[in-house]
């Protein structure tokens, strides 16, 4: 998917889109039946109370709910920790920085890669310690990251998505290198070598039940709030290799084509997952975030007009079948490419993608290539207003809540000024996040005995808080609609121990404050 090489001119993309450009980054439930789960909410009605959002007028400019995340990869070291090795001290800095890094930017998700090949960051009974942390699969670091992570991403009001590559066992194909105890030893015959690297056959049903298994572990003992796999399913082509599954296939094909029965396999693991992830914890998100590319209307005549590599053909990745049986929560399409890119692209995708989601119950994200920003290869990733200008088409589809940029190390370098455009013309405002209803949850009591001391603001604590919304309204009295959209929004504060919350204003004016539960859902205003 991403592993930072330079994107090919427009004429090689079908050769680029098998891998070359994004071999590394984000490693994305028997289906609910159509309707179980809340649509997304649209830029006209998101965040208003249920009384007063259709009554009220909103700016687009200001979205009210609205997911902004990064990507944070482990894999080979890209964003965290930045080498191996570190101390527990040095790589809790690291991590805390690229976090005040994202909440300076008004950002309020993260996806955090905890397990790049089968491996973990964080202690496990079923897989081995990470080599990214210590260089050396299978020791031991000396302390369980991921409490921290999560909860270093919580106290800055963060939403904690853990990111799961799926099907990559190792990225080296000789299997005696790593310890003893990986599954890829324990269970050799799982094993499917293929471009130097090994990969776990996802046509066995074995496969999935211990993928599954792993992602259900984390999910029970840690308190992360979303669970995320990337665009790894079949391996990208390698030259001509073929993936050598055929014994799988002769088992479990049942005269299906080879082909069709990929994609049910990879279907299956997905839906899988989404069930076994929310029997867990029904409040904790699923999604994926397949390849910029279903189909090609070349290939499809209800794909995309582009001319790249088709997930659904060459990996084998149906998105348009986990939308439309519902098993994800979003999906994040990784759209690397510019506006203008004749053979992807950006105008032409992120349309396609808005009307797969449109009247579904599937939550619409895009994947916005941060890090290519500055690439000289490609004029348009030269101009400092081509990623902010990807914001500004997002806004005439109303399916697109929200943008995730890979990756976090671009956080603080920030090519071009571009999160600094970004910043200026689309996240002026904190935003609350998208809210997908029917994964449970309720508006905590509305604050009670809030109180403006000076520059003090304060109110009782409300049960099951996780944070609270602080509108301004800079004069008069605030009507029915202060709150519908994010004009009047000036900090989302997560939650503290104690009797009271507080927040220290900057300038005068009337204030409402409002309770969020860990989904996001909106109490009632309480005003000063």
């Not at 992807?344 to 916005?368: C, F, R, S």
């Not at 000076?454 to 944070?467: F, M």
Request: aromatic content about 10%; glycine content about 8%.
């Amino acid at each position: 998917m991403r592993n930072g090489r330079p994107l090919l001119a427009a004429a090689a993309l079908a050769v680029l889109t098998t891998g070359a450009a994004y071999t590394f980054g984000p490693d994305t439930a028997p289906a609910r039946p159509k309707g179980t789960k809340s649509t997304a909410v649209s830029a006209e009605t998101a965040g208003a109370t249920t009384s007063a959002s259709a009554r009220c007028p909103v700016d687009a400019r200001y979205p009210k709910r609205q997911l902004r995340g990064v990507w944070i990869a482990t894999v080979k070291n890209i964003d965290w920790p930045s080498r191996t090795g570190l101390s527990a001290a040095r790589q809790q800095a690291e991590y805390v920085r690229i976090l005040d890094d994202a909440v300076k930017r008004r950002f309020n998700a993260v996806f955090v890669q905890v397990r790049p090949a089968s491996d973990a960051l964080y202690r496990s009974n079923l897989e081995p310690w990470s080599q990214y942390l210590t260089g050396t699969a299978g020791k031991d670091p000396g302390w369980d990251p991921l409490p921290f992570l999560v909860a270093e991403a919580h106290r800055r009001g963060l939403e904690f998505h853990a990111w799961f590559n799926p099907y990559r066992a190792s990225a080296d194909g000789d299997l005696s290198r790593l310890p003893a105890n990986h599954p890829a030893r324990v269970h050799p015959g799982w094993i499917v070598k293929h471009g130097g690297q090994a990969y776990y056959n996802p046509g066995l049903p074995e496969v999935r039940d211990h993928v599954t298994k792993v992602v259900k572990d984390v999910v029970s003992r840690y308190d992360v709030d979303g669970v995320h796999f990337d665009d790894y399913f079949y391996p990208y082509p390698s030259g001509n290799a073929r993936f050598a599954d055929d014994a799988a296939f002769a088992r479990y094909g049942k005269g299906a084509k080879l082909a069709d029965w990929r994609r049910a396999n990879v279907n299956k693991l997905i839906a899988q997952v989404d069930k076994a992830v929310h029997e867990v914890r029904g409040s904790v998100k699923f999604g994926v975030s397949p390849f910029g590319i279903w189909r090609n209307k070349s290939e499809d005549p209800t794909g995309s007009a582009t001319g790249g590599m088709s997930a659904y053909d060459s990996i084998y990745a149906d998105a348009r079948h986990w939308i439309r049986k519902g098993t994800v929560d979003y999906v994040i399409p990784q759209l690397y490419w510019p506006r203008g890119f004749k053979a992807a692209d950006y105008d032409v995708l992120m349309p396609w993608w808005a009307n797969e989601v449109k009247g579904t119950d599937v939550h619409l994200y895009i994947g916005q290539a941060l890090y290519r920003v500055g690439a000289t290869d490609t004029p348009a990733w030269t101009r400092p207003g081509e990623l902010p200008s990807h914001l500004t088409q997002n806004r005439r589809h109303k399916q697109v809540t929200g943008d995730v940029y890979f990756s976090a190390k671009q956080l603080s370098t920030d090519p071009l000024g571009v999160l600094d455009r970004v910043v200026k013309s689309h996240y002026s405002r904190p935003a609350l996040l998208p809210l997908i209803k029917d994964l449970g949850g309720q508006a905590p009591a509305k604050p009670a005995d809030l109180r403006l001391q000076g520059t003090s603001l304060s109110w009782k604590s409300s049960p099951e808080a996780r944070s609270y919304a602080v509108y301004r309204i800079a004069s008069g009295k605030p009507g029915e609609c202060a709150t519908a959209d994010a004009r009047n929004l000036v900090a989302v504060v997560p939650a503290v121990d104690g009797d009271r919350q507080s927040f220290t204003t900057t300038r005068g004016g009337t204030y409402l404050v409002t309770a969020l539960d860990r989904l996001q859902n909106e109490s009632d205003a309480t005003g000063t």
